[in-house]
């Protein structure tokens, strides 16, 4: 009995704070109605539309930082709800970057337009809990239609590959370019630089000894050894395709090709040069290769002048033309029935919301067990990620999600390296990013997919 009383009193309870934040919903919006109908008067019309969407459903209440929030969030029931609400909406997703895009008519990021498609084809937002509680959040069929509609028209102005078949125009992801422009004189000496053991301290390891050409981009170790055995924290990126990266490294510390090349010279434990003048004064001895530098960069060896060089030779590492690439060109015959089903399943399990563009991969930077506590146990610098570069709490535990591109070639996986299948990659992503399980068939078919993103490199043509 006193059971059924309790119920009976949370359920009173719960349907007076929906009425009255129904009522406080209206009001709420009703004031806050002309500011934005002035905000957006000058958008164009879907945009607008967007905007009016994600205000009047109440979206920035949990997916952006320091929202206004409306007077009944302080009640009881409301407060706790809400509370858990914004802490795990904002864990996910961040709608900062969308609407600074619709304000500015600008382009979307490439994962956050594909974390709201599949919410919206797969109507799980607002989740059921919110709009038990917010009774007019609720988002009916035409709010999501327009919502998909912006999403494909950023994806064809913004995105889609002219080459690409016009019925994968919008695809959540698109295939490598074949080539892109580059500096050809500054490649040649980039790729002699990379190869270049003199940038060490002790002229024993390249750029080339922890990304290899030949094998994937990377050293197929756990993590990566430099300098006299010195063991590093944390697992190598592929080099190959880094060019599309939002931000080089794990943790986006660097913010293009050449800042990253200025890295490892200088790491103590990498390739423990102790300055630039040390490498320096080692390349000036080279007589050869100071009136090659010297005819491109007068100035002559300097950080900034070697790392222009070395980045310029790592934006010809790319792989086109995959078996997938081929496909999202038209090719029905570039992927077997298997891999098709597995790339369905990649955009059905929610991988493609991360996993995304060009390289499937590198636009975000995304918590490791967002559904479940990935088990770290001790938690090292390495795995605090982003947050090292940000300082943000939001940002613990983030890293930039990794290209998905040769993944076949680059094995162990992950920032630890501590995965060495695709299969338990595969696995480990959906229990602890998704928060489900496939039958093996399943994961297979996944796997299968991956396979056909091992791309072609062929060398800059240096004379």
Known sequence: MRKTTRLLTAAISLGIVGYLSLVGYVHYHDTDRNQLAATTANLPPLSASVLGILNEKGCDYCHTPEAKLPFYATFPVAKQLMEYDIQLGYKSFNLTDIRESLL??????????????????????????YTALHWAGHMNEQERATLLEWIQKQRLEYY???DMAENRRNEPVQPIPRS??????????????????????????????CHQLGAGGVDGLKTSQG???????????????????????????????????????????EMASKSWD???????????????????????????????AIAEFEKTLI??????DNYLRGDENALTAQQKQGYRLFKENKCATCHTGKILGGRSFEPLGLKKDFGFGEVTSADIGRMNVTKDIRDRLRQKVPTLR?????????????????????????????????????????????HTLNGVYTPYPIP
């Open 104 to 129: 500015e008519s600008s382009a979307a990021p490439q994962s956050d337009l594909n974390k709201i498609e599949w919410v919206m084809e797969h109507e799980t937002m607002p989740p059921t809990r």
């Open 160 to 162: 889609a590959a002219p």
């Open 319 to 324: 792989t086109p033309n995959a078996p997938f």
């Open 180 to 209: 892109i422009p580059v500096d050809g004189q500054k490649v040649a000496l980039g790729m002699r630089l990379y190869h270049d053991p003199r940038l060490s301290g002790d002229n024993s390891i390249s750029c080339a000894h």
């Open 227 to 269: 300098v006299g055995g010195e063991i590093g924290p944390i697992n190598a990126p592929t080099v190959f395709n880094s060019v599309f990266n939002i931000e080089q490294f794990w943790d986006g510390r660097a913010a293009d090709l050449q800042a990253q090349a200025g890295g490892p010279p200088l790491n103590p434990i």
């Open 278 to 308: 040390q490498i320096t004064d080692k390349l000036k001895q080279d007589p050869i290769l100071t009136r090659d530098f010297t005819a491109v960069y007068p100035q002559g060896f300097s950080g900034t002048t070697i790392t222009d």
């Open 406 to 450: 040769n993944v076949a070639l680059t094995a162990p996986y992950f920032h630890r390296g501590d995965v060495k299948t695709l299969d338990e990659a595969v696995k480990q992503m959906l229990k602890y990013q998704v928060g489900t399980t496939l039958p093996q068939n399943e994961v297979d078919d996944i796997v299968a997919f991956l």
